[in-house]
C-alpha cells in the first residue's frame, strides 16, 4: 500500500467544493443522513445521551486515575503547592493539551445534540475546565502533590485555544496533539560515592509505572506534546492537501525527577548526571478527520484519531543543534 491509498485524494464532487468545516454538518450533500448526523435543532435526547455519556467516562477516567497516581499515598488536608518548575514544564504542556482534547470532545457532543454554537462554546469550557479541576482537587489532597495554581492555568488556556478558534474561524486550525515512543525503560547502571549500585530503570519503573496507560501519562522522556497546523485552512487557494499538517513539537530528554535525578534506594542515595534538556520538533503531520470520505462512521473514527501526532520525518532542535529522525513517534 502506498500513500495514495492511505490519504486519498478528494472524492468525486469535492474537487470544486470541498466541505465547509466551518459548518455544523461538514459532510452536508456528501455523505448521507443518519444518527450520526448532527441535529438541525436542540435534540434532547442526544442531549442526555451525550451528557451520560460524558458522565460515565469522567467517573470511570476518575477511578482509573486515582488508582495510577494517588492510591499508594496517604491523603491529607486541602493544600496546594507551586509546580511550576517540575518536569521541564512537560506536565503543564500536558494540561494543555489535555484540556483542549476534552473541550472539542464536549463541542463535537453538543453540537451533535444540536446546541447552538454560543451554548456549546460555553459547555465545551465549562466541561473541560471541571474534569481538569477534579485532578487537582485529589493532588490537593494528595501527601504527594497539592493544588496547583499553574496547572489551573495550563487547563484554562487548553480550553481557550479551542474557544478562542471557534470564535476567530468557527473551526480548528490548529490541533494539539500528543505522541509518545513507547520507549524501553533505560538499563543504566548507577553507583554512588559509597560504592551501591542501583539502575536507572529502577526510579523510571517507580515514576513512570509500567503498564500502557501509566507509561503513555507519565513517561515524559517518551512523550511529545505538539501544535499540529493546517495550510490550507489560512491559505484556501493553495494546492495543499485539505488533510496536509504541519505540526511543532516539544519534548524533554534525561528527565527522571520534577526538579532533578536523585532518588533513594534501600537507604542510599543516587544521583543520574546526564544532564536533562529541552526538545522542539518540525514534521508533517495529517488531520485525520479532514481525509475525504462519505461516510459518517470513519469521521467519527478520524476525528478521534485527531488527537495523536502521526509518525513521520522530523527535525529535532536540542542543545543548540539540529539533527534529524527518519520517523518520529
Known amino acids: ?55 460515565a467516562l469522567y467517573g470511570a477516567a476518575s477511578v482509573g486515575l486515582y488508582q495510577t497516581w494517588y492510591a499508594g499515598y496517604d491523603r491529607v488536608g486541602l493544600h496546594s503547592f507551586d509546580d511550576w518548575g517540575e518536569w521541564n514544564q512537560m506536565d503543564k504542556a500536558g494540561h494543555v493539551f489535555t484540556a483542549y482534547m476534552f473541550s472539542r470532545y464536549a463541542f463535537a457532543g453538543v453540537r451533535w445534540a444540536g446546541v447552538e454554537r454560543p451554548g456549546a462554546r460555553l459547555m465545551a469550557f465549562g466541561v473541560a475546565n471541571l474534569l481538569q479541576g477534579t485532578i487537582e482537587v485529589l493532588d490537593g489532597f494528595s501527601s504527594e502533590w497539592g493544588f496547583s495554581w499553574s496547572d489551573i492555568g495550563a487547563n484554562v488556556t487548553g480550553s481557550l485555544i479551542f474557544t478562542a478558534q471557534d470564535l476567530a474561524w468557527r473551526e480548528q486550525r490548529i490541533l494539539i496533539k500528543v505522541s509518545n515512543d513507547l520507549r524501553a525503560h533505560p ?6 560515592a559509597s560504592g551501591a549500585m542501583s539502575n536507572l530503570g529502577n526510579i523510571s519503573r517507580e515514576r513512570f509505572g509500567d503498564n500502557f496507560f501509566e507509561r ?8 511529545t506534546i505538539w501544535l499540529s ?27 527522571y ?29 495529517v488531520y485525520f478527520s479532514r481525509i475525504p470520505t462519505r461516510k459518517r462512521g470513519v469521521r467519527l473514527l478520524l476525528g478521534i484519531l485527531d488527537f495523536v501526532k502521526l509518525p513521520a520525518p522530523a527535525l529535532e532542535y536540542s542543545r543548540g543543534k539540529f539533527r534529524g529522525h527518519w520517523v518520529m513517534w
Open 216 to 223: 503513555y501519562l507519565k513517561d515524559y522522556n517518551a512523550q
Open 257 to 285: 525527577g520534577a526538579y532533578g535525578n536523585v532518588w533513594s534506594e534501600g537507604g542510599q542515595g543516587f544521583f543520574y548526571p546526564e544532564s536533562r534538556y529541552r526538545q522542539w520538533f518540525l514534521s508533517p503531520d
Open 187 to 192: 538499563d543504566v547502571p548507577i553507583t554512588n
Open 229 to 255: 497546523a493546517n495550510p490550507r485552512a489560512f491559505f484556501p487557494q493553495s494546492k495543499a492537501p485539505t488533510w496536509l499538517n504541519l505540526a511543532v513539537g516539544y519534548g524533554s530528554e534525561n528527565v
Open 1 to 55: 500500500m502506498g500513500a495514495l491509498a492511505l490519504f486519498p485524494a478528494p472524492l468525486e464532487g469535492q474537487l470544486d467544493s470541498l466541505p465547509d468545516y466551518t459548518q455544523r454538518d461538514p459532510l452536508q450533500g456528501v455523505a448521507p443522513d443518519g444518527w450520526l448526523r448532527p441535529a438541525d435543532s436542540f435534540n434532547k435526547n442526544r442531549f442526555y445521551l451525550s451528557a451520560g455519556t460524558g458522565a
